[in-house]
């Protein structure tokens, strides 16, 4: 059932980047997702593997990379990222602004460059951005899918799930578009149906530990604490899974106290 009070927290929590950090655009416990491309993964997944301290050094090294070259359209695409996984929206917008200067063609630049605009509150450029880089006749489903999260950011739930769709039947069973389009009925306080297209975005092949972040988000919204301690521990460090939890929590403390979802939890389990 549809629970209006959880829907407007959820779209205040979307509102501060809470929520919305989990959409492609912008993953649940680490505020890591971004649109995933073909180019550039391996520097990208190694920033996902990283927090705090380390993050920073690895940002400020390809800063460096960055100010030797400009115009490296792999380089600036990875900083831009990078900048906005540790909160220098700003910078990352106006780092793909200069990328975009140098490759104004090319559509994955453009995607990153709404994606920047997105993070940067600037919803609107964002989805104009997007849509100039699609063409209806070799549509891409990575643009389809970051359409969709500007989209929900926006409020306008159902086009935004139209786009996850139209991804997905060029790209069927992407994980990440599956997440984002659970992640969307989040958004709209539809907690079962969100909970059954992250569970099978997480059995994908590909699928990655912030799907699963994800996963526990929903699985803890509906008080199901014990199971969302669970997953959102896996395939983590201590360091990880800890920072996991921590936010994890604080999502869940938006709705109702940790302590009365696990009270919740453990009357379930003895009943």
């Not at 009070?5 to 993953?27: E, F, I, Q, Y």
């Not at 929206?89 to 602004?97: G, I, P």
């Not at 070799?138 to 899918?145: A, F, G, T």
Request: charged residues 20%.
């Amino acid at each position: 059932m549809r629970n209006p009070a959880l829907a407007n927290s959820l779209r205040t929590m979307a509102m501060t980047g809470m929520v919305m950090a989990a959409l492609a655009l912008t993953g649940c416990a680490s505020a890591k997702k971004e649109l995933t491309t073909g180019s550039i993964p391996k520097m990208n997944h190694q920033l996902d593997s990283l927090s705090g301290p380390a993050l920073a050094r690895a940002v400020d090294g390809i800063g460096q990379a960055y100010e030797r070259n400009p115009r490296d359209r792999n380089i600036g695409l990875s900083y831009a990222n990078g900048l906005m996984m540790t909160g220098r929206n700003t910078q990352a917008l106006a780092v793909m602004q200069q990328v975009a200067i140098a490759h104004p063609s090319d559509r994955e630049v453009l995607s990153a460059l709404g994606k920047a605009q997105a993070a940067a509150g600037q919803l609107e450029k964002a989805l104009g951005t997007i849509q100039r880089a699609q063409t209806p006749d070799r549509p891409d489903w990575r643009l389809y899918s970051a359409e969709g999260a500007v989209l929900d950011q926006l409020g306008r739930s159902s086009e935004a799930r139209s786009r996850y769709r139209m991804a997905l039947q060029i790209q069927p069973n992407d994980p990440s578009v599956l997440s984002n389009l659970g992640m969307s009925y989040v958004l709209a306080g539809d907690l079962k149906t969100a909970e059954t297209y992250l569970r099978q975005a997480s059995q994908q092949p590909g699928a990655d530990s912030r799907v699963r972040q994800n996963l526990a988000l929903v699985v803890g919204l509906q008080g199901r604490f014990q199971e969302a301690e669970q997953l959102a521990s896996q395939e983590l460090d201590p360091q990880q899974a800890a920072a996991n939890l921590q936010y994890l929590r604080g999502m869940l403390a938006q709705q109702n106290s940790w302590k009365q979802l696990s009270s919740q939890d453990q009357a379930k389990k003895n009943g």
